[in-house]
Structures are given as C-alpha cells and as structure tokens.
C-alpha cells in the first residue's frame, strides 16, 4: 500500500523534473533562435546598405574599397550585366555566396553571405549588379555562439552532414548533437544521449543558414539516484510499520474476510463480532448492516424478477399468439404499471390530425367532453415528448397542468417509433392498401407509453424510466408487426398494377360466396372479361401504354359495381367480376355497362409528345351459380367457355352460358344496344342476404375491389386455359 504511492511520487518528481528542465532548455533555445535571427537579419541589412553605397557612388572602385575598410562588408564585386567582374576587392571569401534573400536550403555549406543590388542608368535600364559579402567561417560561427549563449553548429547543404569544422561544439557530443538533427523541423526541440538539447534554425526570411543551436540540461545528475534511494527508504519504514499493524489488525480482518467468503456464497446471514469502536470496530459494524439490507434487497429483487418474469411470459406469448393491437398495447401497459408501481397510464399513438389518441388505458377516467377516447394535443408534458423524441419525468403542479392531459402529480412518458423505416402508423391502424406515406409525411416518433403517480407518492427514478423504455420498444415492435403483417396480408391477395383483388382471393372469395348462396338459395353470378385484342396495344404503343389501359379498365370496373361485388384481375388483360345475389338479366345489365363503359371512352396514354387516345373493347362470358355449375370451379368454367364464345362471335360482346354442357347463347341486351339500362338497375336494388348487403370492405377482405393504387406491372399470376383470344 505504500509502495505504489512512493513509486508514483518518484515517478511524477522524476517526471515533473524532466518537464521542467525541457521547458526551460525550450524557452533558451528559442532565445537564441531569436538572437541569431537578429544577427543575420542586421548583418544582411549592413551587406546591403554597403552595396547601395557602392552602387550610387561615382568611383565605385574607391567605394568599395571604403565599405571594406570600414568593416561594413568582407568584400565587394562590381558585375555588368553578363556577369563579367568589372571590379573586386581581395581577398574574397571562398564560394559558393548566399543570399540573404534565400528561404530554402542550400545545395553546399555556403562560403559567405551577400546581398546583390542592381546597377541601373538613368532611365532604369540595368547595368550590372554590386555584390557585398562577409565571409561565413569558424570565427563567425564562434560570435554567433557568444551571442547567443548556446552552442552553434552550421550544417552542410543536405542539413545532415558534416559540419564542416563550423561548429562550436565539443569534440565529445557533436555526433550526438548531428545524430538528433535529422528529424528536426520547424521549433522541434530534442534531447541527446549526452543531456543536451537541440534546436534547428532557419532557413528563414532574412536567414538563410541552415543552423543547429544546443544548450546542456540543467537536470542534477543524480537526481534519478536520490529517488532510488527515496524509495528504497519509504518500502523499508513500509515495511516495519505493516509488521506493527499486522498483529493489531490481523484477528478482526480474519474474522471479516471469513465474514465476506461466506456472504460471497450467499450465506447473508453472516455478521461480524464488533470489538471496539476504532476503525476495523465501524467497518464491522458497516459490513453488518450492509448485510441485513443485502438480504433485504436480495428478497425484493427476487419477488420483483418473479413478477417481471411473469408479465415478460405473458408478454411473449401475447406478441406471438395473436396480431390483435389493442390487446397487445393493453396487455404491454398493464405489464408496464406492475413493474412500476404507478396508478395509471396510457398507451398513446399519433393520428393523422397530429393529435396523441389513446390506444389503450388503464386507470384513467374517460375524458369530460364525451365517451371518445382520450386526446392530448402535441404542445406540453406528454405531448412534448413526441415532438422532441426523448423521454422525460417529473412533477406537474395542478394549477399549471396542460390542456386536455390527464390529471397527475408525477409522470413518466417514453416515446417509441418504428424499429425500422416505413411508413407511418396511424391511431387508426396501418391501411391495408397504404404504399406508404410520401417522405416527411410522419413523424420519427409515432407514440408514447406514459405512466401516471407512482404509488406511495414517490417520484418516478432513472430505474424506472429504464423499465419503460422496454415495454415501449416491445410497443414499437407490436404496431410495427400489426403493421407488416396487415401489409403482407394486402400484398399476398391484390394485383400491384390494377389495385383488384389477385387470382388467390378469387378461389378464397368464389368458395365462400358460393357456399353463402347455396346457403340462404340465393344466385351468384359471374362475369368473364378480356379486352379485345390487347396484344395489338402493346406491340404499336408499348408497354407502358398497356399499363396504363388496364390500370383505366380496372378503375371504370370499379366505377360500375357495387360495394359489394368483387373484381379480380387473373394475369395480363383477364379480369373476373362476382356479382353476389344477381341472376342472369342483371349480370347482363352490369356486362352492358362495363361494355359501354370500355367502348365509348378512348383511353388517354401518356409519355408521348401528346396524349395518344387508345379505343378498347371488352369480351364478357357470363356464367350463374348454379345454373351453369355447383362448385366455384364449374361456374368459372362455365363463364370461361361463354367467354370464349364471346370471342368467337367477334368480339365487343357478352354471352351467357346455356344449361349445363350446352353451347353459350346469346343475350337478350344487345351489346351495341342504344337502349342503355339506367344506373338504378345496374346497382339492383334486391334484397341482401344476411351477411352479404351490409358487409364493408373490413368484413370482404383487408382491402376494396373499388380501390385502384397503382404499382410497377404486375408478376408472374396462377395460369389460365387459353383459347387463343
């Protein structure tokens, strides 16, 4: 125990110490950066001054031998224009010259520095140029040093190199101090084997050298020694003061370790003797309360688990038996409320007015203003939980409760959405022929599960608010199942082109009407249809236009039959229509109409450079249960082959089927008749059998023949006898 924390001292002395000696060897170097920056920028500006003398003089000979005499300059050449030496002073410094103006490294290790200054006439023309220079060598190098209080090493042109012998450092650390240059950019500072640390310099504006600066550390070389020793102390005082209190506190810490061995095996009846009132006396007493509200805790938990694991079953087994939401959403509340201990709640989903609607409730009086169901508006409290998607808790004060929510002390509301992008979920329900609604439409968040005072008058905690969001997941979940599986139940028996019912709801719809009129002796009739030469459509229009004809035939099927009539497309233009409780005059009247209705009106195809107009006619056999066959089967045959006779009379006409396995005759209505039925007699006001006049499109099936949502062109559909139409 006390080992560790001498260790990190030692180690954060040692730390702290190295930091330190860096940041102030840091702040030297850049000291001298600063310093040999001023130095080579005023000697630059020296070099300079002493070739605009010589430049502007009249005798640019005696000028220059002035400058150098004066020791503002080495040396000065005077060049034309060719680069030809017109004039030199001696000695001068060995090349190759930099620039003072240069800012990226050199080639080589430059010789000197020197500024060049144009020599123009009196109309600007250039005439050559005058050169000052100061030579860069060992001695240079030294009163850089000097000046700057550091160590200065001038590299070769590659910035790696060898020195060259400019250098002030020792013999002993210059290969060290080269070896860390390498890597070295900008104000970098780094540290050498030896104890030093480095810094490059420049090239830069107004120094352009390549220079390396180092300063030695001013950490105590022993100072990793003294903390070896410090700790080395520290574990030997450790360890004497361990042995003292080893046999004070050795029995109590025995007992209590066996204490804690047995809690750990779930023995919580385990306690301590409590010996005295100093620290291991309160730590006995502290693990012996600890252990008696362990138990405590221990046996809540174990009846709230048993409770949980059996709302959790009944849950599970609600979600997988039935597809009924409301009494999914019934029974997640009241699982919700158990677990929670509040009086009441509600099961909330937004409905297309943008209004929260109770799905489900339980403990809550049913509002004021009506028996309807409760209401609460998207603003506060409740409602501001689906606009901002994030749960909330707390207390209301009754004079400051929102409009239209119920009244409480506190609440708790959990939002819930879709667990995966579709469309949106209505209080009513999915739509079972909804394709989903346009993007935007609804929002992220589509309900709310809240929960109304906790009993006992305790506020709702974070542990609570964690148990709802569960039973709101499994909300999500369940509405989102109702939803897919009305949405498969729609997709499984309607055509996705016309929106009509598909060949598999014919046999389940021509089954069950038949059995109900063999049942109450009622007549069920059905007509055959296929559009006359439909292959002619596609082949000169085009396909798209072939969609768009049957999308329009199926729409004015829809337009000519009742609520309760069906209609059925089979596969490409082959349509089946079930008139319930019709003989055959009125399904002749219904064929009439649908004739018309085809013949009259040209259909309009788009996606040309105009709309092209598309005349159609219909073919219809007309078969009547049981007249013309016992089973659905037989009937649809029957109508099939007056179809087909349709076909062969010419087209554009309907016929009925004779008696049974007689030829098909034709009918009284002519199909071009003048004489049109009116629409009172198209609709047939006859009485309804029971179960058959009143049925809504719920009762027929999860969607209405009289309904046309369009969809791509429809799939491969259950063959058909072809005769060759």
Not at 185 to 207: F, H, I, K, L, N
Not at 451 to 463: A, M, Q, V
Not at 668 to 690: C, L, M
Request: charged share 20%.
């Amino acid at each position: 125990m006390v080992l560790g924390p001498v260790l990190v001292g030692a180690y954060f002395v040692g730390s702290a110490v190295t930091t330190i000696d860096r940041s102030r060897s840091a702040d030297r170097l850049a000291v001298a950066a600063t310093a040999v920056q001023t130095a080579v920028d005023t000697l630059c500006q020296q070099l300079r001054a002493a070739a605009e003398v010589v430049a502007l003089a009249a005798d640019r000979a005696v000028a220059a031998g002035q400058v150098v005499d004066r020791g503002l300059a080495a040396a000065v050449r005077v060049t034309d224009v060719g680069g030809q030496v017109l004039h030199a002073t001696t000695p001068l410094p060995a090349a190759p010259w930099r620039d003072c103006a240069a800012r990226t490294p050199a080639p080589a290790s430059p010789g000197a520095l020197a500024v060049r200054v144009d020599l123009r006439d009196a109309t600007g023309v250039a005439r050559g140029a005058v050169t000052a220079a100061q030579p860069v060598d060992p001695a240079f190098v030294a009163r850089l040093a000097v000046l700057t209080g550091a160590a200065v090493t001038l590299l070769d042109g590659s910035g790696m190199g060898s020195p060259r012998q400019h250098t002030t450092e020792s013999a002993g650390g210059r290969e060290a101090v080269l070896g860390a240059v390498g890597g070295l950019d900008g104000e970098q500072v780094v540290g050498t084997a030896d104890g030093r640390y480095v810094r490059r310099v420049g090239p830069s504006a107004g120094q352009p050298l390549s220079l390396v600066l180092s300063v030695p550390s001013d950490r105590p070389p022993s100072l990793y020694a003294a903390l070896v020793a410090a700790v080395l102390l520290a574990v030997l005082l450790a360890v004497v003061v361990a042995g003292r209190l080893a046999r004070v506190t050795s029995r109590p810490l025995v007992e209590l370790a066996g204490a804690v061995d047995r809690v750990a095996r779930g023995d919580l009846t385990a306690r301590v003797p409590v010996r005295g009132r100093d620290e291991i006396g309160r730590l006995a007493g502290a693990f012996n309360r600890m252990a008696r509200e362990t138990g405590t805790y221990v046996a809540a938990l174990t009846s709230s688990r048993d409770q949980l694991r059996g709302h959790l079953e009944v849950l599970g087994d609600t979600l997988a038996s039935t597809h009924d939401l409301q009494r999914i959403l019934r029974v997640i509340l009241h699982s919700a409320i158990a677990a929670t201990g509040a009086r009441a709640g509600a099961v909330l989903i937004v409905d297309s007015a943008g209004l929260l609607v109770a799905q489900a409730t339980e403990g809550l009086e049913v509002p004021a203003g009506g028996p309807g169901p409760i209401q609460v508006p998207l603003g506060d409290l409740v409602g501001a939980v689906t606009v901002s998607g994030e749960a909330r808790r707390g207390r209301v004060e009754p004079s400051v409760a929102p409009p239209g929510e119920p009244p409480c002390r506190t609440y708790i509301a959990v939002p819930f959405a879709a667990p995966r992008d579709g469309g949106a979920v209505r209080a009513d329900g999915p739509s079972p022929r909804a394709g989903g609604p346009p993007d935007g439409a609804a929002p992220a968040t589509f309900g709310v599960l809240v929960l109304y005072d906790r009993l006992g008058g305790e506020e709702f905690d974070d542990d609570d608010l964690g148990t709802l969001r569960t039973f709101a997941g499994h909300a999500a979940v369940a509405v989102d199942n109702v939803r897919v599986h009305e949405e498969t139940q729609r997709l499984s028996l309607t055509d996705p082109l016309t929106g009509l019912w598909n060949y598999r709801y014919l046999r389940q719809s021509l089954r069950r009407e038949v059995e109900r009129a063999t049942r109450f002796g009622r007549m069920l009739s059905v007509l055959a249809l296929d559009l006359d030469r439909f292959k002619h459509v596609n082949d000169t229009h085009g396909h798209a236009a072939g969609d768009r004809v049957l999308i329009e035939f199926a729409r004015r099927i829809c337009g000519e039959i009742r609520e309760v009539d069906l209609a059925f497309r089979l596969g490409g233009e082959e349509f089946v229509v079930l008139l319930p409780e019709t003989d055959a005059v009125g399904a002749a009247i219904v064929a009439e109409r649908l004739g018309a209705a085809v013949r009259d009106t040209p259909v309009a195809v788009g996606g040309f450079a105009a709309p092209v107009l598309v005349s159609v006619t219909v073919s219809i056999g007309i078969a009547v249960h049981p007249d013309h066959g016992g089973t659905g089967q037989e009937v649809l045959n029957a109508a099939d082959e007056a179809l087909y006779a349709a076909k062969a009379s010419g087209r554009d006409t309907c016929r009925v089927a004779g008696a049974a396995k007689a030829a098909a005759s034709v009918l009284p209505v002519p199909a071009g008749s003048d004489e049109r039925p009116s629409r009172a007699d198209a609709r047939r006001e006859a009485p309804a059998h029971p179960g058959a006049g009143n049925r809504s499109e719920t009762e027929l099936a999860p969607g209405s023949g009289a309904g046309t949502p369009h969809g791509p062109t429809s799939g491969p559909h259950p063959p058909r006898q072809s005769r060759g139409r």
